[in-house]
T-cell receptor, first 111, second 114 residues
Framework: EAQVTQNPRYLITVTGKKLTVTCSQN?????MSWYRQDPGLGLRQIYY???????DKGDVPEGYKVSRKEKRNFPLILESPSPNQTSLYFC??????????FGEGSRLTVL | GDSVTQMEGPVTLSEEAFLTINCTYT??????LFWYVQYPGEGLQLLLK?????DKGSNKGFEATYRKETTSFHLEKGSVQVSDSAVYFC?????????????FGTGTLLAVQP
């Protein structure tokens, strides 16, 4: 089954404690992206990757890092989380026809 | 830059009512347009898409037509069901442009009552 898998789905952490949200896709897509969803703001792109070892900033990259060492994986790293990073995060990969496949989301709370 | 504007929600309808959710866009190029749906507790799923002017996307009874002259992509359904209750996002695909991403509207919550 084609899917994008994110972990963890829910996480509560404290300010400054490094965390990683993993993302894996099994569709051999080259393009992957991270979005955050906040009430009244819709989805905003954090980072994207066109292929292995090729990443670039989206609209709201501050406070985040990513890496793309393998085609299937695109982890999101919060080196020193802050409360304003409390959000719902989505990883997505893109079909050649342009539409995105989304994971089920990771709800992060930073205290 | 490119942007998407969709109507504020929530939209509350009775079962079998007609649905319209308005979406307009601003784009410098020739984007693809999408509607995504997000059911409670889930990720976004593609509902329908259109890749060029005058194309009509359709799926599960929903339709939207890419109108270049009015820069619109309104979502319609003739008879909504309780199971259609969800958040609907209009999006613009700017893959040939500088930003290389999907740009989303803020979402419209639809609540259908029995």
């Amino acid at each position: 089954e084609a899917q994008v898998t994110q972990n963890p789905r829910y996480l509560i952490t404290v300010t400054g404690k490094k965390l990683t949200v993993t993302c894996s896709q099994n569709m051999n897509h080259e393009y992957m992206s991270w979005y955050r969803q906040d009430p009244g703001l819709g989805l905003r792109q954090i980072y994207y990757s066109m292929n292995v070892e090729v990443t670039d900033k989206g609209d709201v990259p501050e406070g985040y890092k990513v890496s793309r060492k393998e085609k299937r994986n695109f982890p999101l790293i919060l080196e020193s989380p802050s409360p304003n990073q409390t959000s719902l995060y989505f990883c997505a990969s893109r079909r050649s026809t342009g539409e995105l496949f989304f994971g089920e989301g990771s709800r992060l709370t930073v205290l | 830059g490119d942007s998407v504007t969709q109507m504020e929600g929530p939209v509350t309808l009775s079962e079998e009512a007609f649905l319209t959710i308005n979406c307009t866009y601003t784009a410098t190029g020739y984007p693809s347009l999408f509607w995504y749906v997000q059911y409670p507790g889930e990720g976004l799923q593609l509902l329908l898409k259109a890749t060029k002017a005058d194309d009509k996307g359709s799926n599960k009874g929903f339709e939207a037509t890419y109108r270049k002259e009015t820069t619109s992509f309104h979502l319609e359904k003739g008879s909504v069901q309780v199971s259609d209750s969800a958040v609907y996002f209009c999006a613009l695909g700017d893959y040939g442009g500088a930003t290389n991403k999907l740009i989303f509207g803020t979402g419209t919550l639809l609540a259908v009552q029995p």
